[in-house]
């Protein structure tokens, strides 16, 4: 990625673009974009602490450096995806499995109330 400035947008020494003033990177915003199909005004409601002009620099920046930032996200896809099946637990996977199933067929007035 090329450090050049971008208003509104800064890129940290391992070349991560931020919002500035944030820790919101701008990979998040794309990924809102492309995943769920959201505006900016839709991002903006579902990240109040961003300015619409704050989420535009962002995609702005995203589509200025479209390579870069896609090849960062697969990267850490494909790690998270390596640290899934190195930390496998198909035990604890059936045991969650098991609760889903059993919260699901309890009715909402009969489950527990969660100690807040």
């Not at 944030?22 to 990924?31: G, M, N, W």
């Not at 620099?57 to 996200?73: K, N, P, V």
């Not at 496998?88 to 009715?107: C, F, H, I, Q, Y």
Request: net charge neutral; glycine share 4%; charged share 30%.
């Amino acid at each position: 990625m090329s450090v050049v400035g971008w208003p509104l947008i800064e890129v940290d020494s391992e070349c991560v673009a931020y919002i500035e003033g944030t820790r919101t990177k701008v990979i998040e915003v794309a990924l809102d974009r492309l995943t769920h199909h959201w505006d900016a005004d839709e991002i903006q409601r579902q990240h109040p602490h961003l300015s619409l002009g704050q989420i535009h620099a962002a995609l702005a920046y995203y589509y200025e450096h479209q390579a870069d930032c896609d090849r960062l996200i697969e990267e850490r896809f494909r790690r998270a995806e390596d640290l899934c099946r190195k930390h496998d637990n198909p035990v604890l996977r059936a045991k969650l499995r098991a609760g889903r199933l059993r919260e699901s067929s309890t009715p909402i007035s009969r489950r527990p109330r969660s100690a807040s």
